[in-house]
Every structure is written in C-alpha cells, then in structure tokens.
C-alpha cells in the first residue's frame, strides 16, 4: 500500500481538475439552500435525508465521472504498466470519495450548528457515512465497468436511484405506510442506509442498527471482490489492449 498515499493525492487534484470537487460543493451549497428555505428550526429530522442522497448518488456519480475522464485522457493505458495494484486504485478514489462527502457534511453540520437547531451523534453520523459512501462508490466502479458511455452510466444510475432510493426516501417522509412494502424495503442496501443515518437522531431501533451494519458490511465485501476481480477486464477493454 505503498502509493496509496500518492494515489489519493492525486485523485483528490484529479477531481479538482474536473471540477467533480466543485459540483460536489455546489451540491452542498443547494443542500444548505434547503435547510435555510425549510421553516423548521429543529433541522435534526431533515438533516439524515440530505446526507442520504449525497453518500448515495453523488458517490456513484462521482467515480463515474473520474473513470470516464480517465479513459478520455488514456490513463488505464499507464495503469496497465505501472506498479500500481489495483487495490491501492480503488481504494484511493474510494477514500478520495468519501472525502468528498465528509466535506459536504462538515459544511451542512456548520451551517446548521449556526443558524438552526441540530441534535445528532456527530461521531456516529461520520461512521454512518464513510460506511454508505464506501458502498456506493464501489456500486459506481460496478455500474462504470458495465456503462458504455458517461449518459449510460446515468441511465444506470437512475434506475438504481428509482428502484433503491425514491422508495426509501417515500417511507421516510411518510409516504408509504403500507406494512407489506415498510418491510419490504428492509431488503434493500439503500434502506439500511437509511437506518445508520436514523440512528445519528436517535430514531432507529437498535436491531435495526445492528442488522443494517450486518448487511451492508456483507454487500460491501461481496461489491468490492466483484469490483476488484473485474478491474482488469475493463482497463483492458478501455484502454484498446
């Protein structure tokens, strides 16, 4: 793991240079927009839901975008004859993720510290972060393998975001209450999501929690030995090899 460090430099000036930092910051600055229009002081309830949609679309989007512009540029072509690992890139533009949207979090949390009420588990709602946006950012190395272009990546996307997130983001709001499909939404990774960032309020039960860690940890693992076995094949395939 020696480059990784190298790696993650480079990855976070790489998204600079794209201007994936940028929109991930104006992103932000709509999800302040939100919480300064809402009527309500007590933000705490509202807050989960803007990190939700940020450490799951915005993760997968975001690697998407830096894979793509690598391929434009023919930098898998230097990855196939460097003395990089595999693991040390996904892991750097994962970690350069997740930096992303812990940059979104502190600016969400400081704004709402000083102009609205806030009472949440700071700590855990990091820890719930990291964990959503790890997955997610994997699901984006998936979803890039599989896209034959950026616009298909975000027909894929899309598709995730109406089957995974829309449902859930329903039932939190209060949209869907019928017990059959409550229950049936717990089968999903984007619900469990959901409940890790519910619990940084307070409002999750504690199997809940615990069954949600559970999950995502397996998926997770499942995700990124998919990702990493088939890493070869697409810069194989990108680069023209």
């Known amino acids: 793991m020696s480059n990784f460090f190298v790696l993650f430099s480079g990855e976070l000036q790489r998204m600079k240079k794209y201007h994936v930092l940028g929109a991930s910051f104006v992103i932000a600055l709509l999800w302040i927009g939100v919480l300064h229009l809402t ?5 705490s309830n509202i807050f989960p839901l803007l990190l939700f949609l940020d450490a799951t679309s915005m993760s997968i989007l975001m690697i998407g975008v830096t894979m ?46 000083l102009f609205k009420e806030l ?5 855990w709602l990091i820890f719930a972060v990291i964990f959503i946006s790890f ?3 994997l699901l984006g190395f998936l979803l890039t393998y599989y896209s034959k272009d950026f616009t298909q990546l975000l027909m894929a996307m899309m598709k995730y975001s109406f089957v995974f997130i829309i449902p859930v983001l329903l039932e939190q709001i209060g949209l869907i209450t019928n017990d059959f ?12 999501s959901m409940i890790l960032l519910n619990a940084s309020i307070g409002i999750a039960e504690t199997w809940e929690i615990i069954i949600s860690i559970v999950y995502l940890f397996m998926i997770s693992s499942a995700v990124f030995i998919i990702v990493l076995k088939k890493h070869d094949e697409f810069a194989l395939k990108e680069s023209g090899v």
């Open 119 to 123: 009472e949440l588990n700071l700590l």
């Open 181 to 192: 499909l409550v229950k049936l939404l717990y089968a999903i990774p984007t619900k469990a």
């Open 135 to 137: 997955f997610h950012s």
């Open 39 to 43: 009527e309500i002081q007590n933000v």
């Open 68 to 113: 793509f512009f690598e391929k434009q540029e023919g930098s898998m072509k230097s990855l196939l004859v460097s003395p990089i690992h595999k693991l040390e890139y996904i892991l750097a533009k994962t970690t350069a993720n997740i930096t992303s949207n812990l940059i979104t979090l502190a600016l969400l949390f400081t704004y709402a510290t």
